[in-house]
């Protein structure tokens, strides 16, 4: 579709804009709405009302029913007294009723801040400080938490919480949402995630006791949940009260309805960022709006009642705004999944058979290794999409050669973006689904390739003579950009260039005359692991170096073939020699626990998977450690493995231990 017309002109790809010769121009040059989030919702629903916005574990909820729940939201708020640009915390997952609450904050002009609902270690009181770090750094008036993550992480704060002006606390339960078909369907899942940890046992009666015995315990802790949950709100010095109680009683209540397209509506969180206090990303309605419909005019919108795993989170921008609302505003039906094992993502295809799949990297270039998936039919599928991380072209061949053997005519597409402009700023699909690029920017999106090299000001780059190919840092300008102010906090430093506003990405990329882009790597050495967690080496190499007994630390990815995706290694050189492998695992483990776990300033996702004791790092031709050698060091069985046992959710167990079986083995 190439037209030498639209080709580079001045050889500034930002004046140029080759990439609009594959966008239809009258239909990218229709204004944008200028409404709040949820008005938008309704007004690109109208004639669907009838049509499922929301299943959950079998319960459906149309699209009436879905603003009407929304409407309520906006009722409870307002009568909680919750006022125009006031921040409500929310620790939640992907539950029916999550959503439906910043559908109704939004009405009010009201600014839903989600954060990680997941514990960062199973300390108690160390969760809760970091918690209430963040609660203090965004100013949030009010809070919103999964019961779990209210016995969890607020429950050792209330004091402080008292202090801090907040007298009320809500609580959603994921079971409360369920029907009886649904809370059946739930510990069914318990038993088959058990199942596939189990795989090894071949004994049928053995494997079926423990699938048995997996629901029973999980039976009994939802019980013992419930019991502590309602004491914790017996002693409690504030207000604990269930949403749906609050629900039942504001269903007439007024409220003045806020559709300034201005307002900020939500914050989320980068998963680059680690520490008490993540980044917040603050996204105003406009901002959602524009990315929406910029998703809408680049075809990358779905049918209406096709049905979409909604699994990514909340907190995530990504998984907001490309997750959640992108299928709403396409007609299509969120299948929302709270939790579930991250090793097993293609359980969820055998489960639900959805149309739509939207996932990282990792879960989707594992799908042809599921044994269970070998004989299914999923015709069904007919989007997959991936974001957060790359995936290289044989992997995306696999998976489409994969597709096609089990009947479904998706290819792998692709998006990349970052939480600083809603998740999204360019895709691949159709002509520029070229392998291993990531595509061309969505039609209202500007991309400016800069130096570098300069970091106070944006100096662009040009195509010169016959070159086909420019490189150079990715710089954004679009109206799904954050105004990047946070309470009066730069939190993302903005650039002119040519009368326009811009964010630096810190990605190096490539494009060529055509506009396609090709992401090659990250500024700061980052990289995402198996889940889309962004791991910056050096915020982990600063924390391990405290520790006396580290001389030098490098972190790189690998390849984890549990995992099926990338997870951070810890390369180390020790001050002391000659230990033994117990020496060297209370030496992993005194840093596990003590410079991440213990760290309130660290997150469990930072714990390196394996750890490799060596005796030197390889050096570059500067006589610095060649970080791109040891990355490309394969495992040889002397590391030292951490297993953390974790869910989308949850931080279970952690095992540290050494392959000795392994080493012998391959000695021999």
Request: hydrophobic share 35%; aromatic share 8%.
């Amino acid at each position: 579709m190439s037209n030498n017309d639209n080709r580079i002109k001045t050889g500034y790809p930002h004046i140029d804009k080759p990439w609009l010769q594959f966008y239809d121009k009258e239909v990218i040059s229709v204004p944008e709405p200028k409404t709040n989030l949820t008005e938008y919702l309704k007004m690109k629903n109208q004639g669907r009302g009838n049509l499922i916005a929301s299943s959950y574990y079998g319960k459906e909820i149309s699209f009436n029913e879905l603003f009407t729940k929304a409407d309520v939201a906006a009722r409870v708020l307002n009568e909680l007294g919750v006022k125009k640009g006031e921040v409500i915390m929310n620790l939640v997952p992907n539950i029916p009723a999550s959503g439906e609450i910043w559908l109704g904050a939004t009405q009010i002009g009201a600014i839903s801040d989600f954060i990680d609902p997941r514990p960062d270690t199973m300390d108690i009181n160390a969760n809760a400080k970091k918690v209430l770090e963040l609660i203090k750094y965004e100013q949030a008036k009010y809070i919103i938490a999964l019961d779990k993550c209210y016995l969890g992480m607020l429950k050792p704060i209330e004091k402080e919480l008292r202090e801090l002006g907040i007298n009320t606390i809500i609580t959603l339960s994921a079971s409360d949402e369920m029907n009886l078909a649904g809370k059946i369907s739930y510990l069914q899942d318990v038993i088959t995630y058990n199942n596939l940890r189990n795989a090894k046992i071949t004994d049928k009666e053995v494997k079926k006791l423990k699938g048995y015995q997996a629901a029973l315990e999980k039976i009994k802790a939802m019980k013992k949940e419930s019991k502590a949950y309602e004491e914790a709100v017996k002693t409690s010095p504030l207000r604990v009260v269930k949403y749906e109680d609050l629900a039942k009683i504001c269903t007439h209540t007024y409220y003045t309805q806020n559709l300034d397209p201005e307002q900020a509506n939500y914050i989320g969180h980068t998963s680059g960022t680690s520490g008490a206090r993540p980044k917040p990303i603050i996204l105003t309605n406009k901002n959602g709006i524009s990315t929406l419909e910029q998703l809408i005019k680049g075809n990358v919108a779905f049918n209406p009642g096709e049905k979409a795993l909604h699994v990514l989170p909340f907190f995530a921008p990504f998984g907001a705004y490309d997750n959640y609302l992108l299928n709403l505003v396409s007609g299509a039906t969120n299948i929302d999944v709270p939790e579930f094992e991250i090793s097993e993502f293609g359980y969820l295809l055998k489960k639900y058979h959805p149309n739509i799949i939207m996932a990282t990297p990792a879960w989707i270039a594992a799908l042809p290794n599921y044994k269970y998936l070998e004989k299914e039919d999923l015709s069904c599928l007919s989007t997959i999409i991936y974001g957060g991380d790359s995936m290289t072209a044989r992997d995306e061949e696999k998976v489409n050669k994969w597709l096609r053997a089990h009947g479904s005519k998706a290819e792998v597409e692709k998006g990349y973006g970052m939480s600083e402009f809603c998740g999204c700023g360019t895709y691949a699909q159709d002509e520029y689904n070229k392998p291993e690029s990531i595509g061309i920017p969505l039609p209202n999106t500007t991309i400016a390739i800069v130096d570098p090299n300069i970091e106070d000001r944006l100096v662009p780059l040009k195509f010169e003579d016959d070159a086909e190919i420019l490189e150079g840092e990715c710089a954004v300008s679009s109206d799904a950009v954050t105004e990047g102010i946070v309470h009066g906090d730069i939190i993302v430093p903005h650039f002119e260039l040519d009368g326009k506003s811009y964010i630096r990405t810190r990605d190096i990329v490539q494009i060529d005359r055509n506009g396609i882009i090709y992401h090659k790597d990250r500024k700061d050495r980052s990289f995402a692991r198996v889940d889309g967690y962004k791991i910056k080496p050096h915020e982990i190499e600063e924390e391990i170096e405290k520790n006396s007994h580290v001389k030098y630390v490098r972190i790189t990815p690998y390849f984890d073939e549990a995992r099926r995706g990338i997870m951070p290694m810890c390369h180390l050189v020790l001050n002391e020699t000659d230990l033994s492998d117990e020496e060297q695992i209370n030496i992993v483990r005194e840093i596990v626990y003590k410079q991440i776990i213990d760290n309130h300033d660290m997150s469990s996702r930072q714990i390196p998977a394996r750890f490799k004791i060596r005796e030197s790092m390889p050096l570059s031709k500067n006589s610095k450690i060649d970080f791109n050698a040891l990355a490309k060091e394969p495992l040889d069985g002397s590391e030292i493995h951490v297993d953390v046992k974790e869910t989308n959710l949850s931080v279970e167990t952690i095992n540290i231990y050494k392959n000795q079986r392994l080493i012998r083995k391959l000695k021999k």
